[in-house]
């Protein structure tokens, strides 16, 4: 048996630690180098101000108080190292312990998917999955010949159908114009109550000679008469239509 197993109990083939175990015994090692550490600080600072003190008065004194403070910061530069040591030590733990944890979810998960699929089967799946796409096919032939108009077996010609509205639309528009009145209710255009200037005289006729010689009241009467006549005229047209 080796020395380091001697030490640590070691020659049997029990189960070691686990990790968090291992983890757990090294920050206890590290609260307890923290202390020394703490300690160790304390007594170089006793031992400096000693020597400081037997300086001039008591020269050994103040050599054995120095030594004593050199011994001290030895073991304080080691404490340093075995506390960089366990560090590291407990951080490539921690990593390991995360890993495993990682490692062994994993393995449930990949378990759990491995249980799940053992009820099924490739074949069937896609078997289902032709079904699934048979039925939306159906259910959308069925959706388009439901949207589709039913005429319930009648058939209209368009080009009828417009012809009979148009003639709807004459006869409405005929009714308007009967609507307004026949000749006999237009009223005749009022004479004008001023006289109707006068067309100037030609070279060779006289005040009384030729187109000259009409009176104001004969141009009234025939602007008064061509237009009942052209009125009348456009209305029985209207009639006719």
Same mark, same amino acid.
């Given at each position: 048996?080796?020395?380091?197993?001697?030490?640590?109990?070691?020659?049997?083939?029990?189960?070691?630690?686990?990790?968090?175990?291992?983890?757990?015994?090294?920050?206890?090692?590290?609260?307890?180098?923290?202390?020394?550490?703490?300690?160790?600080?304390?007594?170089?600072?006793?031992?400096?101000?000693?020597?400081?003190?037997?300086?001039?008065?008591?020269?050994?004194? =103040?050599?054995? =108080?120095?030594?004593?403070?050199?011994?001290?910061?030895?073991?304080?530069?080691?404490?340093?190292?075995?506390?960089?040591?366990?560090?590291?030590?407990?951080?490539?733990?921690?990593? =390991?312990?995360?890993?495993?944890?990682?490692?062994?979810?994993?393995?449930? =998960?990949?378990?759990?998917?491995?249980?799940?699929?053992?009820?099924?089967?490739?074949?069937?799946?896609?078997?289902?999955?032709?079904?699934?796409?048979?039925?939306?096919?159906?259910?959308?032939?069925?959706?388009?010949?439901?949207?589709?108009?039913?005429?319930?077996?009648?058939?209209?010609?368009?080009?009828?159908?417009?012809?009979?509205?148009?003639?709807?639309?004459?006869?409405?528009?005929?009714?308007?114009?009967?609507?307004?009145?026949?000749?006999?209710?237009?009223?005749?255009?009022?004479?004008?109550?001023?006289?109707?200037?006068?067309?100037?005289?030609?070279?060779?006729?006289?005040?009384?000679?030729?187109?000259?010689?009409?009176?104001?009241?004969?141009?009234?009467?025939?602007?008064?008469?061509?237009?009942?006549?052209?009125?009348?005229?456009?209305?029985?047209?209207?009639?006719?239509?």
């Amino acid at each position: 048996m080796s020395l380091l197993g001697k030490l640590f109990g070691g020659g049997g083939k029990g189960k070691g630690p686990s990790p968090q175990e291992a983890i757990q015994k090294l920050r206890e090692t590290e609260e307890m180098l923290t202390k020394k550490q703490e300690f160790l600080e304390k007594k170089i600072e006793h031992e400096l101000q000693i020597a400081k003190k037997n300086g001039t008065k008591n020269k050994r004194a =103040a050599l054995q =108080a120095l030594k004593r403070k050199k011994r001290y910061e030895k073991q304080l530069l080691q404490i340093d190292g075995t506390l960089s040591t366990i560090e590291f030590q407990r951080d490539a733990l921690e990593n =390991a312990n995360t890993n495993t944890e990682v490692l062994k979810n994993m393995g449930f =998960a990949a378990k759990a998917i491995k249980s799940a699929h053992e009820n099924l089967d490739i074949d069937k799946v896609d078997e289902l999955m032709q079904d699934i796409t048979e039925q939306q096919e159906m259910a959308q032939e069925i959706s388009d010949i439901i949207s589709k108009p039913v005429g319930f077996g009648e058939e209209f010609d368009e080009d009828e159908l417009l012809a009979e509205l148009d003639e709807l639309e004459q006869e409405q528009l005929d009714k308007n114009l009967l609507e307004i009145g026949g000749p006999e209710n237009v009223p005749l255009p009022n004479v004008p109550s001023t006289s109707l200037p006068s067309r100037p005289e030609r070279r060779g006729q006289g005040r009384h000679g030729g187109p000259a010689a009409l009176g104001n009241g004969s141009h009234v009467k025939a602007a008064s008469t061509m237009s009942y006549l052209h009125h009348r005229g456009k209305m029985k047209e209207q009639q006719n239509k």
